[in-house]
């Protein structure tokens, strides 16, 4: 008997309605003899909803509070599915993360799986019972809840496919992987697999379709991941190792505006100053991106560096405190990336880039690489010109 993980995000969970439709499909699953376990997301934008109040209470809420308020809506979703399926006439039964143990690192808003005790979920499963999970959530050592980041449900199902030793499967309200986001570009392709590492840079860049960390565990425990369209047969995408050596230089385009781009205008070029620098703001968590300097002129120089949007109030206050007052802070810049393993042995993929950008006068503020990726922040209002532009020149 195999087993089955499945996840149904939020627009798949979003009304009672879709809720009773997951339940047959997982049902459907049962019946071909497989034990299945089921992770939901929150309904609909139910999270979005929860913050929304929690701003309405506080500019800044406290983080430990907030993590406690949005894993409530991976409660309801996950006891109303388990309801479902007992409905029509199955066993079935929902747990959180203190019933199966989920320990995470305690970083409230995103934090990292540490373990999960799976016993009670085998145990259920043994008993014949559909075990339904609430995504999201899970609890730290001082037995506080904390959240594992926005889209983190996709990252409890992997981590349960891997504890349990079953297949995976992400059902969304998209069927399978695109080259690009198809809501920003219609006529992108859809991919039949795409590998980890290509995945991998794709949602750390903003392809939301998957929280980037699931595909981190799929590639280092080797599960491959499969992502489809809920209740349809309809074929998706799988996320595995992929190699083809002929493969085109560029598989996908990634762009994100959930980050801002912060100068320090005129600061000592001091090593051990920038390094201080960087420290304390790595020690808070904040994940740092892309980062230029200016060439030193009179020892001083101008760094740039783009972090998350919501880490700008914290890491201005770093910045203050070590007296860099003269600070720009560009709130409107898009990352725009593009990704394929293909890049590893094609060359001129840069210039092409560089070409279309400077021919259709598209302002590029910061660059970054890897061995298959370029990063471009640009400005906000270029975002659909260059997504277009570069997906017709790469035939995406
Ligand atoms: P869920 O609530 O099911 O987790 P998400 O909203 O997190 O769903 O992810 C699905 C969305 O991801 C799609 O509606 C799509 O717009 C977006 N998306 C971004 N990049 C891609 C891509 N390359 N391929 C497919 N979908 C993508
Ligand atoms: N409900 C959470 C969110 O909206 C987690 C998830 O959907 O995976 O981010
Ligand atoms: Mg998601």
């Known amino acids: 008997m195999s087993i089955i993980v499945q996840k149904y995000g939020g627009s798949s969970v979003a009304t009672i309605e879709k809720i009773k439709k997951v339940a047959d499909s997982v049902i459907e699953k049962y019946k071909e003899g497989n034990k299945v376990v089921v992770v939901v997301s929150a309904m609909g934008d139910t999270t979005d909803d929860l913050i929304a109040m929690a701003k309405k209470i506080s500019n800044n809420p406290d983080k430990r509070e907030l993590d406690a308020l949005l894993s409530t809506g991976e409660m309801v979703s996950s006891s109303l599915l388990s309801m479902a399926i007992i409905d029509k006439g199955f066993q079935a039964v929902s747990y959180n993360a203190f019933q ?48 594992l980041g926005r889209g983190g449900s996709d990252t409890t199902a992997v981590a349960l496919a891997v504890k349990l030793g079953g297949v995976c499967e992400i059902y969304t309200d998209v069927d399978g992987i695109y080259s690009v986001d198809p809501r920003i570009y219609n006529k992108a392709k859809k991919l039949e697999k795409i590998s980890y590492e290509e995945m991998l ?30 209740c349809s047969d309809i074929k998706g995408t799988y996320i595995m190792e992929v190699n083809d050596m002929e493969s085109k230089p560029i598989t996908g385009i990634a762009v994100s505006d959930d980050d801002i781009a912060i100068t320090i205008q005129n600061v000592k070029y001091d090593i051990n100053l920038l390094s201080q620098i960087f420290e304390t703001i790595a020690a808070k968590k904040i994940n740092v991106d892309m980062i230029s300097q200016t060439s030193p002129i009179d020892n001083h120089v101008n760094i740039s560096f783009t972090i998350p949007k919501n880490d700008k109030s914290e890491c201005i206050d770093v910045l203050n405190g070590f007296g860099c007052k003269n600070l720009i802070v560009d709130e409107n810049i898009t990352k725009f990336s593009v990704v394929g393993i293909g890049m590893k042995t094609t060359s001129g993929v840069a210039a092409k880039l560089f070409k279309i950008f400077s021919t259709n006068k598209i302002e590029v503020k910061m660059i970054t690489t890897s061995e298959i990726r370029i990063t471009c922040a640009i400005n906000n209002y270029d975002k659909t010109k260059a997504v277009k532009l570069v997906a017709e020149e790469f035939n995406l």
């Open 100 to 147: 199966i143990q989920l320990k995470t690192d305690g970083t409230y808003g995103k934090s990292l799986i540490k373990e999960i005790d799976t016993k009670i979920i085998e145990k259920s499963l043994d008993e014949g019972k559909i075990v339904v999970v609430a995504g999201f959530q899970g609890i730290s050592n001082d037995g506080d809840i904390t959240t």
């Open 201 to 230: 840079e794709l949602s750390s860049l903003g392809a939301q379709v998957m929280h980037s960390r699931s595909v981190e565990l799929g590639q280092k425990y080797d599960i491959p991941i499969y992502v489809g369209l809920s």
